[in-house]
């Protein structure tokens, strides 16, 4: 009995001392890190608000902006592997540094654009620029949490996606509406100048804020580092069966099956994100701001799923029914909406509903990789699963865009992308639940 009182006592620092260690880190890197995603989300969808002016000025089809859109997701497909093991071979603060810049600089060469040609060209530029910069960050992470933590903490990072709508809705329809017309531009070329600026100051401020690793974190003690040390070694231990090299990443089944699952995740998230404004617009509403008023609803509820199934998986180390149960939500709510596509109340609540289950989901999805892959597989397998689901972004826009061009009406689309979400569940199913259920 005496020893077991001494055990517990001995075991009470100890832990008081680790959870000060991880609150420090969290606030030392999330919030940061946090903005950086919100930026990035925000120039990547801005182009769904633009589009609300751009289409009419330009003459573009509504086939010829879901390729453009859809672009985008070429490059970020075809350099996502590459950057994220140049990112591990160079350090995350230079890397993660250019990528913001690049992706701030082309997407204010947006408004520059006059024809479809331009518009695409510059697109897949972007997707190259900004290639690497999710998967990377979710690498880099892996070196500071333990697998355990890593669900609430990918969700508090990734907060930042649902936030760019929050925020960036209401700003958008302000910008182009304050904005037009101003020193001869219209309101979508200041909408891309303005929301560009973020991410070129936050990636000049990355060599200064962004620790390459806990060994160069100049604000840790060595205390402190020594007891992160231990944290991360027993973490290790845990996975002792996990998978060292780039061929581990690259040719893992698992990681191919996580790529398929989120695939189904984009489908559904990228329709949300470039065409609420029009799912809105086409409900009832005509005022770009109040349009960017009621998209950073659904966004909201994103926001909100994320913290509480993340915080949920964690509490109870369950990943697969974090997943499945959302999934099977989300697709009921995204197929509903095509009843009531007329409806304003009835369509911002049933994509929050969807938003809620679907992107609130992301956050555990990201925390599997890592529960079997290690180092270099790790940095590859994200990246390769992030490269294999983004296929989904040109699919998503291109299918939209044809489907309302063809028929009036993106229900078909909806109900596909709710199909896929029907059929990856059986995916989550299929990872063995003793191996990510960590």
Known sequence: MPSANAGTSLATPVADRIKALYHKITWKLIPFLCFCYLASYLDRINIGFAKLQMLQDLHFSETAFGLGAGLFFVGYILFEVPSNLVLEKVGAKVWIARIMITWGLLSACTMLVTTPTQFYFVRLL?????????????????????????????ALFMIGMPLSSVIGGPLSGWIMGAFDNAAGLRGWQWLFIVEA??????????????????????????????????????????????????????FNLKVWMLGGIDFSILLSAYAMAFWMPTFIRN??????????VLTALPSAAALVGMLLIGASSDRRRERRWHIIVPFLMGAAAMAATTFFSHNVFATVLLFAIASATIIGAVPVFFSLPATFLKGRA????????CSLANIAGLVSNSLMGIAIDVTGSGAGALWFFAGCLLLSSLLVIALPAKLVNR
């Open 378 to 385: 790790a940095a590859t397998g994200f990246a390769l699963a």
């Open 197 to 250: 600026v973020p991410s070129v100051l936050l990636g000049i401020l990355t060599f200064w804020v962004l620790p390459d690793n806990p060994h160069k974190a100049k604000w840790l003690t060595p205390e402190e580092k020594a007891l992160l040390e231990g944290e991360l070694r027993l973490d290790e231990v845990e996975g002792k069966h996990s998978k060292h090299s780039f061929r581990d990443g690259f």
């Open 283 to 292: 409900a009832g509403v005509a005022d770009n701001f109040h349009i960017g």
């Open 126 to 154: 972007l997707g190259a620029a900004e290639a690497g910069f999710l998967p990377g960050v979710l690498y880099y992470l892996t070196t500071w949490f333990p697998t355990y933590r890593r669900g609430r903490i990918i």
